[in-house]
């Protein structure tokens, strides 16, 4: 079950780019600490992941 934010952190992810979450969280006006938690937990549920860049992503079945 996915919550609000995790929704919007995925549809800001779901163009293609990566982004960091410091932009994620500028974008949506929310704290850098609920959109790591909302990344982790799609991370967890196989919808993102993270490059080495700190750099997030949606995978590539997910989009």
């Known amino acids: 079950m996915m919550n609000t934010l995790e929704a919007d952190v995925l549809a800001l992810l779901a163009p ?4 960091t979450a410091d932009t994620i969280a500028r ?3 929310v704290p ?15 919808h993102t992941f993270q490059n080495q860049r700190a750099a997030w992503q949606v995978l590539a079945g997910k989009r």
Not at 16 to 19: A, R, Y
Not at 32 to 46: F, S
């Open 27 to 29: 974008n949506l006006g």
């Open 32 to 46: 850098k600490h609920r959109v790591m938690r909302a990344l982790h937990t799609l991370r967890d549920n196989g």
């Open 16 to 19: 293609g780019g990566t982004l």
